[in-house]
């Protein structure tokens, strides 16, 4: 373990911004070469507006990606390509049944580069997509991130991400902590493993309030009607006559490609949060594609590994290698103090869990009720998690289902 700490610049990780750049993402790419993708991200809320924007995408030169010279260059590159995708895709309805060379033929050699689906991803609109605000000089905002492109052009937009990049920068000190303490397990420090676990409970805390910001900073008609279509995927298209997704065109001929719209389930740090303290999903069941499919839980957040660079794919692989915290934990029963820190620790992950759970209910499945009702019921949290059936989350699962399956695991990982 603490070779892996020493070698956290190998898996493009720092403890500093966590998995996060070390510094900031380009704003600009410096080639003019690039041109017409900046000018096409730059305008991109008002090309999808005025209905533009496919016309321009196919008339967009194929630009080489081979002029991309440093991983900050790629990053962004492959992050603005992934919203003009989107925007192109849903923009306007029905979604067309090609994607032109202009986009797709760089996306897919930019995303092999990153071991990464051609399409957008958490990486690329979270961890490489923000900027800081004048008010905040720190190599790392937590509070003052804006997005560096944005679908709609609002502020509502820029909230919403914004509530999502703070909750992953304040996470940051997790990976430190959750090594140091499964180092301490090595080491058979059960004080050090204590004070450990106490941090990683206060950090967790620390994220949990920051969530009632998306309450103040985007509304749920915006974020349902406005940004949620251009979260989608090109796995869940079957309704429009596109079972097979999108056709993604290449210098070589191309080939239908499906893949899950951008999500949470992506973040390599709640993946490292749940591995490190041992919560295990390989249970239950979710459900995907609009109740098509079946598929255990741990199958699912598995294939979400596949959209996570490469380089934290395999950092969570060696991670998973190692000894949990929980095993640790639990072959110590007669050690209260050690037991009750740990359980602390997850109860304070199950409040994230809970939080999050409330939050989809207001923004995701209440808003799907009031599409099928002309009145809108103003549910309780508990009424929200009983009312899950048929609220599709942006990774394409049934949302609530798969949320509280989630939660599920962490109360297992608890008490038992």
């Not at 720092?14 to 080639?31: H, V, Y």
């Not at 490190?276 to 839980?297: M, W």
């Amino acid at each position: 373990m603490a070779e892996l700490l020493a070698s956290l610049e190998h898996y493009d990780i720092s403890p500093e911004s966590g998995f996060l750049p070390s510094r900031p993402p380009l704003e600009q790419l410096p080639d003019p070469y690039y041109g017409p993708w900046e000018a096409t991200i730059v305008a991109l809320p008002r090309f999808i507006s005025d209905g533009s924007l496919r016309q321009r995408v196919h008339e967009m030169p194929v630009l080489s990606t081979e002029l991309l010279l440093t991983e900050a260059e790629r990053r962004r590159a492959y992050m603005i390509l992934g919203y003009i995708i989107n925007g192109f895709l849903f923009g306007s309805s029905p979604p067309p049944k090609r994607l032109p060379l202009s986009i797709s033929q760089p996306t897919i050699e930019l995303s092999a580069h990153f071991g990464l689906p051609p399409v957008p991803t958490y990486a690329g609109q979270v961890l490489w997509n923000y900027r800081r605000t004048e008010a905040d000089s720190k190599p790392l905002p937590k509070s003052n991130a804006q997005p560096l492109v944005s679908f709609t052009g609002s502020p509502e937009e820029a909230g919403f991400f914004g509530v999502v990049f703070s909750i992953e920068a304040s996470g940051v000190p997790l990976i430190s902590i959750l090594l140091e303490a499964t180092e301490a397990t090595f080491d058979q420090d059960t004080e050090q493993v204590i004070a450990y676990l106490q941090r990683a409970t206060i950090t967790l805390t620390d994220m949990t309030s920051i969530l009632p910001r998306m309450y103040r900073d985007c509304s749920q008609d915006f974020f349902y009607h406005k940004l949620r279509p251009f979260l989608d995927g090109t796995d869940s298209l079957a309704s429009v006559g596109l079972p097979d997704g999108v056709f993604f065109e290449e210098h070589s001929g191309g080939r239908y490609r499906k893949h899950c719209g951008p999500s949470n389930a992506q973040s390599s740090l709640f993946a490292l949060i749940d591995i490190a303290l041992g919560v295990k999903h390989d249970q239950e069941y979710c459900v995907k594609d609009n109740g098509d499919q079946q598929s255990t839980k741990g199958a699912y957040l598995k294939e979400m590994r596949l959209y996570m660079p490469r380089q934290h794919r395999e950092f969570l692989a060696e991670v998973e290698r190692m000894p949990n915290i929980r095993d640790f934990v639990r072959s110590r029963p007669e050690d209260v103090r050690l037991n009750s820190t740990y359980e602390n620790c997850l109860t304070a992950l199950l409040e994230l869990r809970r939080a999050h759970i409330r939050m989809v209910a207001r923004y995701v499945v209440v808003m799907a009720k009031h599409q099928q009702s002309p009145v809108m019921v103003k549910p309780d949290s508990k009424r929200g998690e009983r009312n899950a059936a048929g609220a599709t989350g942006t990774g394409g699962t049934n949302a609530m289902e798969f949320l509280k399956s989630v939660r599920d695991s962490v109360i297992q990982a608890r008490d038992l």
